[in-house]
Antibody, heavy 121, light 110 residues
């Protein structure tokens, strides 16, 4: 079955960077884009960016431009999201989600299990 | 960038019908997809496009669209439907290749 498995929880100090991985299985990795979404404690979902798993091109949400790097490794069917210059406001659960699309609609399915990132001094 | 607006809290009596709405300009150009999130779990897709359900989603979940509003309807709500629901759409701002979520609706089944 299609599955996304993310790396484990991280605790980082302010100013540091974090790199989260998302390993895909059960489908042709290069056939689907992958999105990153985060959720701060008690808050809603926030779209961060998307990577084309085939050619590696990325698009970031304006809020994260300059701080986020998304990459992929086709040999291991894994995408990575690195967020730098962390502050306490980056404390959140980070999700990867596989993209599918049809006429005028995009949907995210499945989602990874989430990776908790805590930023604390 | 576009915004999607949802009612923060909605309640429904067990077995009754409830509609959760999502409003935004991007919905005039693109369809929404809807996600259910239960406490401590990752979001899960429940409906996308005109009215498409992934396998495993009960047919009591349905979608409709009109103008700038997308709706998720649960016909005969069950206790297990109590969750947060989020709509999502592609951003329709000029030359934008980005996506936006609604703020979420907490559904309580009474």
């Amino acid at each position: 079955q299609v599955q996304l498995v993310q790396s484990g929880a991280e605790v980082k100090k302010p100013g540091a960077s974090v790199k989260v991985s998302c390993k895909a299985s059960g489908y042709t990795f290069t056939s689907h884009y992958m999105h990153w979404v985060r959720q701060a404690p008690g808050q809603g979902l926030e779209w961060m960016g998307v990577i084309n798993s085939n050619d590696g091109r990325t698009t970031d949400a304006q809020k994260f431009q300059g701080r986020i790097i998304m990459t992929r490794d086709t040999s291991t069917s894994t995408v990575y999201m690195e967020l730098s210059s962390l502050t306490s406001e980056d404390t959140a659960v980070y999700y990867c989600a596989r993209d599918s699309s049809s006429s005028r609609v995009w949907w995210f399915d499945p989602w990874g299990q989430g990776t908790l990132v805590i930023v604390s001094s | 960038s576009s915004e999607l607006t949802q009612d923060p809290v909605v309640s429904v009596a067990l077995g009754q019908t409830v509609r959760i709405t999502c409003q935004g300009d991007s919905l005039r150009n693109f369809y929404a997809s809807w996600y259910q999130q239960k406490p401590g779990q990752a979001p899960a897709l429940v409906i996308y496009g005109k009215n498409n359900r992934p396998s495993g989603i009960p047919d009591r979940f349905s979608a409709s669209n009109s103008g700038n509003t997308a709706s998720l309807t649960i016909t005969g709500a069950q206790a297990e439907d109590e969750a947060d629901y989020y709509c999502k759409s592609r951003d329709s701002s000029a030359n934008s290749w980005s996506w936006v979520f609604g703020g979420g609706t907490k559904l309580t089944v009474l």
